[in-house]
């Protein structure tokens, strides 16, 4: 089994910084990819940022060049910096973990609590 904790969150004005981590424990297969996603109520949780075991990143539009998302392998931690934060982008942030053994299974997909972000104007 495993599972995601995540941390960092909380509140910061405007043009401020946040760190978001999130650490995986439990059996973590090769074939994976980690990644953060949003959800403000009532609304569709959206992708923000993911990254391959390969190491390719993949990035929302709406944060291009603000927002930073790397891994530490070997503490089963992905991270997303966040710079240049906007009041829209106030949301709860979920860490989210898929994998496989194999190439050829489906994904099995894991998701963290959220730790809720709030950017004040």
């Known amino acids: 089994q495993v599972q995601l904790v995540e941390s960092g969150g909380g509140l910061v004005q405007a043009g401020g910084s946040l760190r978001l981590s999130c650490v995986a424990s439990g059996s973590i297969f090769i074939i994976n990819v980690m990644g953060w996603y949003r959800q403000a109520p009532g609304k569709q949780r959206e992708l923000v940022a993911t990254i391959a075991s390969g190491g390719g990143t993949k990035y929302a539009d709406f944060v291009k060049g603000r927002f930073t998302i790397y891994r530490d392998r070997a503490k089963n931690t992905v991270y997303l910096e966040m710079n240049g934060l906007k009041p829209e982008d106030t949301d709860v942030y979920y860490c989210?973990?898929?994998?496989?053994?194999?190439?050829?299974?489906?994904?099995?997909?894991?998701w963290g609590q959220g730790t809720p972000v709030t950017v004040s104007s």
């Open positions: 989210n973990v898929k994998q496989k053994r194999y190439i050829w299974e489906s994904w099995y997909v894991i």
